[in-house]
């Protein structure tokens, strides 16, 4: 629109001077000269100069901000619009941005729920062993009907806070990666026994029986670190005697999926509620606070087993129905 405007003025100067007599086709020539001069110079000033700044604009706020930014494509013939491009990437960054504050507020609130949880559980203890040393110094010792009583009180009570403490430094050094995983090659099927017959007086005394789907006669082998799959295993069957009915069954089923063995830990407990099933993971999460300090969970159980699954790089999922049970079902690879 400029080149035509500069044009019609080029034109009315030359037809203003009337005293010159100016051939025709050599005004239309004049004209013309003018248009490609002007569109030239507007072309240079904006798509060499103008859309040069705003192309590295573009580029620099994708390298600093963007480097992940999928490429999009298009036709090389398609002229680009710098602009248009440009404010994308705005757009792009303001989003992206804003789902980062998003982000670093759930993090801080769960940093101070995290933080009260962890005075909370260690405050318990602490407490407790505080109160049977005070009873104890304030004549207790000499007292034969309290003092060893209470000195087993403390005990439990230092044993539970051990317990909180190495589970607190086993997840820092699998989130850390520090660590060391120690693979190896053995039957998952055997494990799974060994682990049956320690736990077996436990599920015992709520007459809980420890079963597998059928009978595992060949070798089923995998490749993991045993010592931590051994704390996986136990820990959910663990969990299923804690919580589970009296006269009730935890089962195993051993299966193979691709290249992978896939491990169930199922019960036919009280089962979980929909709303509590994301959280089951998360570090002192409990369903049912009370009864649970009651039976001597640090709350840390779960969040260690998704841990050690996480650095097998392989995952874990509940399922769960209240009234009929709860199903835990992880991965592992599979050996030869």
């Given at each position: 629109?400029?080149?035509?405007?500069?044009?019609?003025?080029?034109?009315?100067?030359?037809?203003?001077?009337?005293?010159?007599?100016?051939?025709?086709?050599?005004?239309?020539?004049?004209?013309?000269?003018?248009?490609?001069?002007?569109?030239?110079?507007?072309?240079?000033?904006?798509?060499?100069?103008?859309?040069?700044?705003?192309?590295?604009?573009?580029?620099?706020?994708?390298?600093?901000?963007?480097?992940?930014?999928?490429?999009?494509?298009?036709?090389?013939?398609?002229?680009?619009?710098?602009?248009?491009?440009?404010?994308?990437?705005?757009?792009?960054?303001?989003?992206?941005?804003?789902?980062?504050?998003?982000?670093?507020?759930?993090?801080?609130?769960?940093?101070?729920?995290?933080?009260?949880?962890?005075?909370?559980?260690?405050?318990?203890?602490?407490?407790?062993?505080?109160?049977?040393?005070?009873?104890?110094?304030?004549?207790?010792?000499?007292?034969?009907?309290?003092?060893?009583?209470?000195?087993?009180?403390?005990?439990?009570?230092?044993?539970?806070?051990?317990?909180?403490?190495?589970?607190?430094?086993?997840?820092?050094?699998?989130?850390?990666?520090?660590?060391?995983?120690?693979?190896?090659?053995?039957?998952?099927?055997?494990?799974?026994?060994?682990?049956?017959?320690?736990?077996?007086?436990?599920?015992?005394?709520?007459?809980?029986?420890?079963?597998?789907?059928?009978?595992?006669?060949?070798?089923?082998?995998?490749?993991?670190?045993?010592?931590?799959?051994?704390?996986?295993?136990?820990?959910?069957?663990?969990?299923?005697?804690?919580?589970?009915?009296?006269?009730?069954?935890?089962?195993?089923?051993?299966?193979?999926?691709?290249?992978?063995?896939?491990?169930?830990?199922?019960?036919?407990?009280?089962?979980?509620?929909?709303?509590?099933?994301?959280?089951?993971?998360?570090?002192?999460?409990?369903?049912?606070?009370?009864?649970?300090?009651?039976?001597?969970?640090?709350?840390l159980g779960l969040a260690i087993v998704k841990h050690i699954i996480d650095a097998h790089n392989k995952s874990i999922k509940v399922e769960s129905e209240v009234g009929e049970g709860t199903c835990f079902t992880f991965s592992?690879?599979?050996?030869?």
């Amino acid at each position: 629109m400029v080149s035509t405007l500069i044009c019609a003025t080029c034109f009315l100067l030359i037809y203003r001077i009337g005293n010159f007599n100016i051939d025709v086709s050599f005004l239309i020539i004049s004209v013309f000269i003018c248009f490609i001069c002007s569109f030239a110079t507007l072309y240079y000033f904006y798509y060499v100069d103008i859309a040069k700044s705003v192309d590295a604009l573009a580029e620099k706020i994708r390298k600093r901000f963007l480097d992940k930014e999928i490429p999009q494509k298009h036709n090389q013939l398609e002229e680009v619009d710098s602009i248009a491009q440009l404010e994308n990437r705005v757009d792009f960054l303001i989003e992206s941005r804003e789902k980062e504050v998003s982000h670093f507020e759930n993090l801080d609130s769960y940093r101070k729920e995290y933080l009260g949880n962890v005075s909370h559980e260690l405050k318990t203890p602490v407490f407790n062993i505080q109160g049977y040393v005070d009873t104890l110094l304030n004549g207790g010792l000499e007292d034969p009907n309290i003092n060893v009583d209470y000195l087993r009180r403390a005990e439990k009570s230092i044993d539970r806070l051990i317990n909180i403490i190495d589970d607190l430094e086993t997840i820092t050094q699998l989130e850390t990666g520090d660590l060391h995983l120690d693979m190896d090659v053995f039957d998952i099927a055997i494990l799974c026994r060994d682990i049956y017959s320690s736990l077996e007086l436990s599920a015992a005394k709520k007459n809980i029986k420890l079963e597998f789907t059928r009978k595992y006669e060949k070798p089923i082998l995998v490749r993991a670190d045993k010592f931590r799959i051994r704390q996986v295993l136990v820990n959910l069957i663990t969990n299923s005697i804690k919580y589970g009915k009296d006269n009730g069954t935890t089962c195993i089923t051993l299966s193979f999926l691709n290249n992978d063995v896939i491990v169930e830990v199922r019960d036919n407990g009280n089962g979980i509620e929909a709303k509590h099933l994301p959280r089951v993971f998360e570090r002192f999460y409990r369903i049912d606070k009370g009864r649970s300090r009651e039976q001597g969970g640090t709350g840390l159980g779960l969040a260690i087993v998704k841990h050690i699954i996480d650095a097998h790089n392989k995952s874990i999922k509940v399922e769960s129905e209240v009234g009929e049970g709860t199903c835990f079902t992880f991965s592992l690879n599979a050996a030869e």
